[in-house]
């Protein structure tokens, strides 16, 4: 059974860092790109960017570069999704999700992991 | 403002039918890239509904249905159910931006 398990919430201050992981499971996680989505309260989903575990080659949404860092490694299955200082306006929750091709759709997503954002 | 165009809501008694569309333009939809679609109930991670434009994955009830025509595509519920009360969103890949999301289309089975 193919899974993508996430880490758990988080509670952090403005200005903090931070590193989300998700685990998948039941399939070889390098033949398929993760990618990282985020989901603001009450708000639609963004796609962050993707990840091939592979190569760990990454396509960034325009609008997301410079702001996240995304990483994989594949030797324990897991990607990551990291911020080196954030901000109130980064609270949401984020996805991760597996994917064929970088173009491509999301066939199995994580659980999601809630980031709080407050001072 | 998203590149990729739904309605805010749709509405439906149990039985019937309603559509949903996502209405793109010529570097999205209109380029000849696919749609995809996504169920996301209260609470929980959006789910895989339709995807390349009219393909359901294994499990998905033949109820759901996908189409794409020029730069729109429409996602279409026959025989509503209550437990079809979610949001929806489309999904496509854009030349200029990257692979976008619709701005979600809650629907409401009355």
């Known amino acids: 059974e193919v899974q993508l398990v996430q880490s758990g919430a988080e509670v952090k201050k403005p200005g903090e860092s931070l590193r989300i992981s998700c685990k998948g499971s039941?399939?070889?996680?390098?033949?398929?790109?993760i990618s990282w989505v985020r989901q603001m309260p009450g708000k639609g989903l963004e796609l962050l960017g993707r990840i091939d575990p592979s190569d760990s080659y990454i396509h960034y949404n325009p609008s997301f570069r410079g702001h996240v860092t995304i990483s994989a490694d594949k030797s324990i299955s897991t990607a990551f999704l990291q911020w080196s200082s954030l901000k109130a306006s980064d609270t949401a929750i984020y996805y991760c999700a597996r994917s064929t091709d970088y173009r491509d759709y999301d066939d199995y997503w994580g659980q999601g992991t809630l980031v709080t954002v407050s001072s | 403002q998203s590149v990729l165009t739904q309605p805010p809501s749709v509405s439906g008694a149990p039985g019937q039918r309603v559509t949903i569309s996502c209405t793109g333009s010529?570097?999205?939809?209109?380029?000849?890239?696919?749609v995809h679609w996504y169920q996301q109930l209260p609470g929980t991670a959006p789910k895989l509904l339709i995807y390349?434009?009219?393909n359901r994955p294994s499990g998905v009830p033949d109820r759901f249905s996908g189409s794409k025509s020029g730069t729109s595509a429409s996602l279409a519920i026959t025989g509503l159910q209550a437990e079809d009360e979610a949001d929806y969103y489309c999904?496509?890949?854009?030349?200029?931006?990257?692979?976008?999301f619709g701005g979600g289309t809650k629907l409401t089975v009355l």
């Open positions: 010529s570097s999205n939809i209109g380029a000849g890239s696919d």
């Open positions: 999904q496509s890949y854009d030349s200029s931006l990257f692979v976008v």
């Open positions: 390349a434009n009219r």
């Open positions: 039941g399939y070889n996680f390098a033949t398929y790109w």
